[in-house]
């Protein structure tokens, strides 16, 4: 038998980055993604930018705090959605660089 040192995540992160993979793997959600890769924005900005209702965008923003790829600020009445950390940035520049190989 073969020395086997093959090693795999724990099933906890194993959960969560499919569900990370999940969240990119949406159209709606990358949109939104790629938008607050540019910078914070409103619910109803998003809504224009995309041309969905704001309850879809709401709905898929859910999504997106949950899996702690976006983050909310209050500023007074303003809702301002952002994306959680710069790893966010590093994964869409990544498959920037994937999809533009040669």
Known sequence: MMDNDLNLPSKEETEASVQIFKAFGNETRYKILYLLFEKQLTVNEITEAIGMTQSAVSHQLKILRQTGLVSSKHDGQHVYYTLADNHIITIF?????????D
Not at 93 to 99: D, G, L
């Open 93 to 101: 520049k990544q498959v920037e660089e994937h999809i533009n190989e």
